[in-house]
């Protein structure tokens, strides 16, 4: 089932960037383990996934602990910046990062441990009051405070649209994403260059 699963989506994605003219290849597809047992997940493994997707930190620890170095791991809930030091020192990637206060404690964690922590800044596009993230007229101004942390790298920027039936509905949410992504790469595309993440 989960093989089948894993075929479809793919089969999707490449369906996707053929109808846009994309290559599948610059498509990462993430698995999301919440729920899923350590068997599910090396099933998920077997099948040449390696990139999985955890939206809380303590349940990522455990998994961590049974799957190791087999899997690059991306926090994709909300962190707390209490959490910072677990996050950091299991997870590749983190794609909710939309505070100063929360940037700099990543790359203070981080920098104790000799690593570059790889992060996305989550952006509120639907301004939602249940979501977290910046609102995208502050986006800038955010990025340029928290550019200078030697501890972290900027790879992109996220947004989680509302949950609805009709897809067509989001895409201004997504669109306006990339507008954003657009107006940071035209101000400073050296610093950042966010065009393989959006």
Not at 60 to 73: C, V
Request: hydrophobic share 40%; proline share 4%; charged share 25%.
């Amino acid at each position: 089932m989960i093989a089948e699963n894993i075929r479809s989506v793919t089969r999707r994605i490449a369906k996707c960037c053929e109808k846009i003219g994309r290559s599948p290849e610059g498509v990462k597809l993430v698995c999301v383990t919440k729920t899923a047992s350590i068997e599910e997940i090396t099933e998920v493994l077997n099948c040449g996934l390696s990139s999985l997707g955890e939206n809380r930190v303590q349940d990522a620890l455990s998994k961590y602990a049974a799957i190791r170095n087999n899997a690059e791991w991306h926090l994709i809930g909300h962190l707390q910046t209490n959490k910072a030091k677990d996050a950091v020192s299991i997870f590749s990637l983190i794609h909710s990062v939309d505070s100063t206060r929360l940037a700099k404690e990543i790359d203070e964690e981080a920098g104790s441990i000799g690593k570059v922590q790889d992060i996305l800044i989550q952006v509120n596009t639907s301004g939602e009051k249940s979501k977290f993230g910046i609102e995208p007229a502050a986006a800038i101004d955010f990025i340029k405070d928290i550019v200078v942390y030697p501890n972290i790298s900027i790879k992109g920027l996220m947004t989680i649209a509302p949950e609805v039936e009709d897809p067509e509905t989001v895409r201004p949410y997504f669109r306006a994403l990339k507008e954003l992504r657009d107006k940071i790469n035209n101000l400073q595309p050296t610093t950042y260059n966010f065009s393989q993440w959006v």
